[in-house]
C-alpha cells in the first residue's frame, strides 16, 4: 500500500483506495470492458491473466506504452481535452489529508446519508464499469492503464475510486487535472505530501482529490477519487 493510500484509508476511503492496492481475491479490471479506445488502457503486462492485483514492485507498463511516441500522444490528447495546459504554481508542502477528507464527507450525498453519517467507501464495489463512470469533467488521464476501480451509488452515496499508471510524470497528471478542475469550476488546491503530488478541491456538492508519485521503474501510479453529485 503507497503512503498516499494509507493517508486515505485513515480519512474514511480505506475500502476504496486501500482495496486498490491490497493482494486479495476481489476481480481485477477486464481488459475488454475497461477499453475505450486510446482513453483507458490495461496493460496486460501490469493485470496479467488472472485476477491478481498489480505486482508488489508496483504498477508495470509495456515498452510500446511507455515509448516517446505513446508518451507524447498521451501529452497531446490530454492538453486537447483540458483546452490547454498551464504551468503549475509553486505546491504548498504538507499533509493533504484535508483534501481528502473532504472527498469522503462530500461522498454522503443525501441528508439521511450525511445525518447517518455512513461510511460511504464501505459499500464500493470493484469493477472496471467504475473507470467509466467517473464524472466527465474529471475523466481519466488519456491512455491510462487502470490498476483498479471501484465505486458506489448506493444508499445515498456517490463515490468513484480508480487507480491506474501512466508513463507521463505526476506533473504531467496534476497540470491536467488541475485545467480541467478549473475549467469545470471546482477549486484547485496544490500540496506536495512527501514524495506525492496532491491536487484537490470542490464545489457545490462535489469533490475530488488526485495522488501521483514516480515508482521506482518510472511509470506514475494515480489514485484518483470524486465524489458528490
Not at 496479467?48 to 497531446?76: F, K, N
Not at 472496471?128 to 465505486?151: D, H, I, K, M, N
Request: hydrophobic content about 40%.
Amino acid at each position: 500500500m503507497t503512503r498516499a493510500a494509507a493517508s486515505v484509508v485513515g480519512l474514511m476511503l480505506a475500502a476504496a483506495i486501500a482495496g486498490c492496492h491490497a493482494k486479495s481475491d476481489k476481480p481485477a479490471v477486464d481488459k475488454t470492458e475497461a477499453t475505450l479506445g486510446d482513453r483507458i488502457v490495461v496493460d496486460p503486462a501490469m493485470t496479467g491473466e488472472s485476477t491478481s492485483a498489480a505486482p508488489e514492485s508496483g504498477i508495470t507498463l509495456s515498452p510500446a506504452s511507455r515509448s516517446p511516441e505513446s508518451v507524447e500522444a498521451a501529452r497531446q490528447s490530454a492538453a486537447e481535452l483540458a483546452g490547454g495546459l498551464q504551468p503549475l504554481p509553486t505546491p504548498t508542502r504538507g499533509s493533504a489529508s484535508a483534501l481528502a477528507q473532504r472527498v469522503a464527507a462530500t461522498a454522503q450525498v443525501s441528508p439521511a446519508a450525511r445525518a447517518a453519517k455512513t461510511d460511504c467507501a464501505g459499500k464500493v464495489q470493484y469493477a472496471a464499469a467504475w473507470g467509466t463512470r467517473l464524472p466527465a469533467e474529471l475523466p481519466l488521464y488519456p491512455r491510462a492503464a487502470v490498476q483498479e476501480a471501484a465505486g458506489t451509488d448506493a444508499d445515498g452515496c456517490a463515490l468513484r475510486v480508480v487507480s491506474f499508471g501512466t508513463p507521463v510524470g505526476a506533473g504531467d497528471v496534476i497540470g491536467f487535472y488541475r485545467a480541467m478542475a478549473l475549467k469545470a469550476g471546482y477549486t484547485a488546491e496544490y500540496r506536495l505530501d512527501g514524495s506525492d503530488s496532491v491536487l484537490g478541491g470542490d464545489k457545490a456538492g462535489r469533490a475530488y482529490v488526485v495522488y501521483a508519485r514516480k515508482q521506482a521503474n518510472g511509470v506514475t501510479e494515480v489514485d484518483l477519487a470524486t465524489s458528490g453529485h
